[in-house]
């Protein structure tokens, strides 16, 4: 079983920065493709964020420029660094890994951030 695991969730002022982690369970983690989504409240889950096992990356429209995620195969560990937050970043951020050989995917249980002004 894959067990996801995030933190660096919290209360920032706005225009602040922070980063999110997340450790990935088992040997194969450099396999996968992984993401950053969020759920705003009375929104639908989004994704913020993806990068996949060779390091390619894509992100939201709205987080261009903001924020970076980056990988560490030796750790099983997925980062996102986000800065310049704003009131509307406030959300449970979650991480989720894609295993492509059998589509698969696995989430993490969430990380709340929430940005105050």
């Known amino acids: 079983q894959v067990q996801l695991v995030e933190s660096g969730g919290g209360l920032v002022q706005a225009g602040g920065s922070l980063t999110l982690s997340c450790e990935v369970s088992?040997?194969?983690?450099?396999?996968?493709?992984m993401g950053w989504y969020r759920r705003a409240p009375g929104k639908q889950r989004e994704l913020v964020a993806a990068i996949t096992s060779g390091g390619s990356t894509n992100y939201a429209d709205s987080v261009k420029g903001r924020v970076t995620i980056s990988r560490d195969n030796a750790k099983n560990t997925v980062y996102l660094q986000i800065s310049s937050l704003k009131f509307e970043d406030t959300a449970v951020y979650y991480c989720n890994a894609f295993e492509l050989l059998h589509r698969l995917h696995y989430w993490g249980q969430g990380t709340q951030v929430t940005v105050s002004s």
């Open positions: 088992g040997p194969a983690f450099s396999s996968y493709d």
